[in-house]
């Protein structure tokens, strides 16, 4: 069974806004990590917080994490067209380190 | 080259054909895995190998065929695939297995496969 669902499945939005995608699990993880896929292309790693870290940042990114409700965000402030992609989160399940990826959300950055 | 590398980047192929997709990794990672991506779906995970020994295989049918003759190398070796088989698939690499969880893994371009 799917571990993570990534909300909304898409998002459009204008050059200099925010862009907040969330992500769900079922299950209690050992971390949970967010990755972006442009059009056709390989997966890039972005950011991993552990199950003991609650935020963290990279440059325009932000990315929270709430155990207590099973879930996590990515924000990417000051948006470019350039940020165009798919977001996926995958955790890893305890118990097993191998990532667990979601549906994704498509994000249209329109400059 | 560095990181992860896939060809073809397309193949198109019938159903009765035999073709094989290559990953290489310049990495010096000891895990490596293949993935599909289709349309609307979550990636699926089909197959996990530590040390050129597969540790993962997730129900994938016989119609296709892993080998990992080193560290660097995986090969998904294609028979008689369905037009259902059509997808992105993914190669990746990371660490070590613990790795992929914990800290990264690293994608190739993927291959875009289309069945006949």
């Known amino acids: 069974s799917q571990q993570g669902e990534e909300d909304p499945q898409a998002l459009s939005i204008q050059e200099g806004e925010n862009a907040t995608m969330n992500c769900s699990y079922k299950t209690s993880i050992n971390n949970l990590q967010w990755y972006r896929q442009n059009s056709g292309r390989g997966l890039v790693h972005l950011i991993l917080i552990r199950s003991n870290e609650r935020e963290k940042h990279s440059g325009r990114l932000r990315v929270t994490l709430d155990t207590s409700k099973k879930s996590s965000s990515l924000l990417i402030t000051a948006s470019r067209a350039a940020d165009t992609a798919s977001y996926f989160c995958?955790?890893?399940?305890?118990?097993?380190?191998?990532?667990?990826f979601g549906r994704g959300t498509s994000l249209i950055v329109h400059p | 080259e560095t990181g992860v590398t896939q060809t073809p980047r397309h193949l198109v192929m019938g159903m009765t054909n035999k073709k094989s997709l290559k990953c290489e990794q310049h990495?010096?990672?000891?895990?490596m895995y293949w993935y599909k991506q289709s349309a609307k779906k979550p990636l699926e995970l089909m197959f996990v190998?530590?040390?050129?020994?597969?540790?993962e295989n997730n129900s994938v049918p016989s119609r296709f065929s892993p080998e990992c003759p080193n560290s660097s190398h995986l090969f998904l070796h294609l028979h008689t695939l369905q037009p259902e088989d059509s997808a992105l698939y993914l190669c990746a690499s990371s660490q070590d297995l613990l790795a992929g969880g914990r800290y990264e893994q690293f994608f190739g371009p993927g291959t875009r496969l289309t069945v006949l």
């Open positions: 190998y530590s040390l050129e020994e597969r540790v």
């Open positions: 995958a955790t890893d399940v305890r118990g097993s380190y191998i990532p667990t």
């Open positions: 990495l010096g990672h000891n895990a």
